[in-house]
């Protein structure tokens, strides 16, 4: 019922492979985790087999619920979300979900969230032996619950440890997913760095809240939530320009890519690939946009491979 | 499951805050079902951001046109509510289940609060095209709000109206007036209140219904697990259902009220 | 040839006094350093006398001429800026700037920012000898020139260091401006709020970045500068919130107020004061309009007065 | 130096890209002199957010109706254009410094780079109401882009015409064309680059000039100093004026160039 999937004249001359540290993407765009489902939702609306990648919504050990609603509120050129990582625990995942997406040409990086360094170990190993899992993307902005509920990417050593034992875990490459809000992004990028992380995906949401003045309580159920969306992209594309100067790991840039433009605003500033994520909500083809969008651009302004574009405006 | 950009036929002002808009959209219009929404874009800029959930009021296939009759809450509906005739609206849809048709003898009773008619409507114009006869509730707070009256005789159907300030009808709301002689196969629409009190109503009197909830909506399709609401689990409780994809219609039973 | 300022019907059964730290203020609306000049640009347009307080551009002990254009850019819901602290140093602001305020009946307060711990206890000193000053805000999103540049204000200690030498050096209110660029916005305000900050004022800009992707450089002319505007709000009302509820020193909110509903979430998230920055540029009469629909909201409300509403979300 | 909410009477696309609004705002064409600018909020919405400053074209005092000429280069313009007659927008200024207007015998020279027409035409307009009559120095790329000559012509003015491609005039710029005879009191307004060639015009034939800047600009009232230009400072190199208040009109001889 959806238009057919525009087979782009694939222009021979331009090469846009990237390799995230061993996982071989066709082109640069992935999706967000938690904003594309676990791929299917999406694919009357595009064909999922253009995309370089897909990261799946966060998977944990056990099923998890989820917050109470509202679980989302929109914000000034931003959403503000406290879905609180409901899904159906990795088994579950890697039993019914997982096989949905092996009849597609596409790696499929999972996504994964702990409670405590040694949810993430079992979550590596568990997938590690799962057909199909190109990689995982490990988020730690999540809550240590036996260590006073600081998120362990707040403390590099904590982002440390989570790396160290999911690389101890799975042979598959590990990309670490920073969050946006700490006091010094490239100090945690080092440790992760040096804890083995093949490479990294930033940033993960910027924590915000909204008030309902009417009635007086704040707007989601869970009081505070995760700002995405275009609002949080100047401060994604300088951490990424932050980063990329300090760390020689490829990242994969996030945080309000809306169009191919702002797609290549994360590649001028260090980013080997690019993940959208709220603008799916928005434009269910914004992947496919913003790749065709590379593409022209590319081809307008003589680019003959994308590894041309990373860093570019650092010179 | 189209993304549309749909041409504005029509914008009327129903009542002060109270739109219609007809856009054409000739491969929805052959695709919806009543009880089903369009995820539609009001804005063109960054601002408002997410698209805006809205159901669909009124088909008309053979013009390959969709009615929505809405109402002015904040920004989105009102830049909504701005456009004009010739302007163009970006469409994502029909998204979501739709109501079940109702089969053999039972009777359907309609039973919508304020805007909650809206879904409805779509409804009536199906149940009326297959000849079959409902009897509907409409509440409202005052008389002005009761909508679409002629049309919903015209098209063949029995109305029973209630207000809170009586000024038409029964005065009071419009679950009291249905429980007063509750029977039917029941299809409801309203305010999260109202929707509780009709969910207990259909319960106690072991009817069949279906409910169309409402809740915060991101992607619309399934993928982000914003919309949630309670449904009963077998075994455990309750769990999550996306009111996205997994409704916005639900059987009246499985919705579990907080 | 400003349309007559609006008197308002002033209800006389609503009190929005507030007393910010030993400023009394005739009404919670003030105006964000750096946004808002020297206060007189704005006087065509607005009656400054309706103001709570007037807070000034930053002032350094040097004349500093600031950093390289473009010195703006515009991001979603937001915008950058880079203006490098250009300031005619504090002899001339005393001498030449401050003198303008005289005539208007509202509490100046003025904002400084320095390089080294000392600038900051030698501003305080010469501000507390100048007439017509009411109290200071201290700017500590500055970097600390003699210790790595690293901000005063990313490290709990070093602000609270900050903060004690400013109170030592004047008998006046002392403001301490919060940096969001940090893990626990928490701990710096526990720090500041140690070290005898009489408030806080909350929040600085968020570091972020654009890049041209047609020239593949940055927007920039110093390539990062400081995210304002309604895309940072609810991580603004956010830090409001979490601060309100561990430190108990009144707060004048800011981030992204344009209108009278933005301004009272910052209030029922916890802030005494609101400050208009950035939409004085969209809307010059923002302050009024801010101050006019809080007065409305509590008429319409039945509050009689505003400190009903401080903190009300909390409860 | 008002906020007003003024109504689109025309809107026309001189050339694809190229936008004439013609607004009515009684006040802003009575305060208006050549050079001014206004701060114009081109959207409704958060997205974009800043004004834009736009030159003052044409005014009609008589009718209250202020002109803008402008090119679609991003967003903000791009949103203006979309306004049709009868649509509101609102307006901040006339802010920022304007021309000097001629006194005594020196003859008034306008150089035009592109759009930078703009502003420059309501100083012929103001020139041709003294009965003073310049000579036009306009350039563009190629013939479709000079604008205006036979209204300019028309207020008395004598043109001399530059473009890239030699379509029309002189092949070359304007200010080639211009230094082939300098002389008079210069009027500048184009491209960065352009102007920093007449302003060395200017000073090797040791002539008056004032040059008309652009530069971003937040607030457009001279209170967020994110406009600034290097300007000559007594004794020790340059200073940082601001284009909004100082300028956007400076002397030829005050900007220093990078
Ligand atoms: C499946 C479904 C069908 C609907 N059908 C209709 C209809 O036919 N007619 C009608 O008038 N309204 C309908 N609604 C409600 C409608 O979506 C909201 O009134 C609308 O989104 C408000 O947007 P706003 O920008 O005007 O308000 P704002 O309050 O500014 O919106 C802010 C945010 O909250 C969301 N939001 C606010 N109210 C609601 C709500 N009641 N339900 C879901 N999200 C909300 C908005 O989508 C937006 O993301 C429906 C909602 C759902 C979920
Ligand atoms: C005093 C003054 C007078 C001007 N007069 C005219 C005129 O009469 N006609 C005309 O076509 N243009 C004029 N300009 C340029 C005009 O302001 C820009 O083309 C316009 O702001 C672009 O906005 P946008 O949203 O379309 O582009 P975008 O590139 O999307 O704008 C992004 C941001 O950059 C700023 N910006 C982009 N280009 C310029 C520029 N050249 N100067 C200043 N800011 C810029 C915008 O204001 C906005 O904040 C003038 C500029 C100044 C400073
Ligand atoms: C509804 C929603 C759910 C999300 N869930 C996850 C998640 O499960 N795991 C994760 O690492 N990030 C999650 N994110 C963060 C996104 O992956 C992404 O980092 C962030 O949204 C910024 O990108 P964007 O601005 O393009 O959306 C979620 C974001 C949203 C909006
Ligand atoms: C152009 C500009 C200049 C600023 N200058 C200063 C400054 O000198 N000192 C300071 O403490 N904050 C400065 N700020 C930050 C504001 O005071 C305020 O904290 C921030 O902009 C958030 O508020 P807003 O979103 O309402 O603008 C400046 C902000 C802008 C936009
Ligand atoms: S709106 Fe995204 S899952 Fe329903
Ligand atoms: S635009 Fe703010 S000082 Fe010029």
């Known amino acids: 019922m959806t238009a057919p999937s525009k087979v782009t004249a694939e222009n021979k001359s331009i090469n846009l492979v990237v390799n995230i540290g061993g996982i071989q993407m066709k082109n640069p765009v992935t999706t967000a985790s938690g904003t594309f489902g676990y791929g299917s939702e999406y694919a009357p609306y595009i064909d999922l087999n253009r995309l370089g990648a897909i990261v799946v919504k966060g998977i944990t050990l056990q099923p998890r619920a989820g917050n109470p609603t509202p679980r989302l509120a929109e914000t000034p050129a931003g959403v503000l979300n406290s879905i609180g990582l409901q899904n159906p625990g990795v088994e579950v995942f890697i039993e019914e979900l997982l096989p949905r997406l092996a009849g597609y040409d596409l790696p499929v990086i999972v996504n994964i969230a702990g409670e405590t360094v040694q949810d993430y170990g079992r979550l590596a190993a568990r997938l590690d032996r799962a057909p199909g899992v190109a990689g995982v993307e490990v988020n730690i902005s999540c809550p240590n619950v036996k260590q006073g509920w600081m998120l362990f990417g707040s403390d590099p050593d904590m982002a440390g440890e989570v790396t160290g034992i999911v690389k101890a875990n799975t042979g598959k490459p590990v990309i670490v997913k920073l969050s946006p809000n700490v006091t010094s992004i490239v100090a945690v990028a080092e440790k992760v760095a040096a804890a083995g992380a093949d490479a990294l995906s930033m940033i993960n949401t910027l924590l915000g809240m909204s008030i309902d003045v009417k009635k007086r309580r704040p707007v989601l159920g869970n009081v505070v939530g995760g700002l995405s969306g275009p609002a949080v992209k100047p401060v994604a594309v300088r951490t990424v320009w932050q980063v990329y100067r300090e760390v020689k790991l490829p990242i994969i840039g996030m945080g309000g890519i809306m169009t191919a433009e702002d797609a290549l605003e994360f590649i001028l500033a260090g980013a080997a690939a690019v993940a959208v994520g709220t603008a799916n909500f928005v434009n269910p083809r914004a992947t496919m946009d913003v790749l065709d969008g590379i593409e022209k651009y590319m081809t307008e302004h003589g680019i003959q491979n994308i590894s041309e574009l990373v860093g570019a405006a650092q010179n | ?258």
């Open chain 2, 1 to 258: 499951m189209l993304i549309t950009d749909a041409e504005i036929i029509q914008q009327d002002e129903i009542l002060p805050g109270y739109y219609r808009v007809t856009l054409s959209a000739f491969l929805a219009a052959i695709a919806a079902k009543p009880g089903q929404f369009l995820h539609v874009r009001c804005g063109s800029t960054l601002d408002p951001l997410l698209r805006r959930p809205l159901s669909i009021h009124a088909v008309n296939r053979e013009r390959g046109e969709i009615s929505l009759f809405y109402r002015i809450v904040g920004r989105g509906t009102a830049l909504l509510a701005g456009k004009r005739k010739g302007e163009k609206v970006n469409l994502l849809g029909p998204l979501g289940s739709g109501f079940t048709m109702p089969v053999g003898v039972s009777a359907a009773v309609v039973v919508a609060g304020g805007i909650g008619i809206a879904p409805l409507y779509f409804l009536l114009q199906e149940l009326s095209a297959l000849k079959t006869c409902a009897d509907v509730f409409l509440g409202a707070s005052t008389s002005k709000q009761l909508f679409f009256t002629q049309e919903i005789e015209a098209l063949g159907h029995r109305i029973f109206s209630a207000t809170d300030d009586g000024s038409v009808g029964y005065h009071g709301t419009v679950v009291d007036l249905f429980e007063q002689n509750p029977a039917g196969r029941v299809y409801g629409c309203g305010p999260a209140g109202m929707l509780k009190r009709l969910s207990q109503v259909i319960k106690q009197n072991e009817l069949c219904g279906e409910l169309s909830l409402e809740e915060r909506m991101g992607c619309g399709v399934g993928a982000c697990l914003s919309c949630v609401c309670k449904t009963v689990n077998e075994g455990n409780g309750a769990r999550y259902s996306r009111v996205c994809v997994d409704g916005p219609v639900f059987p009246a039973g499985e919705v579990v009220w907080e």
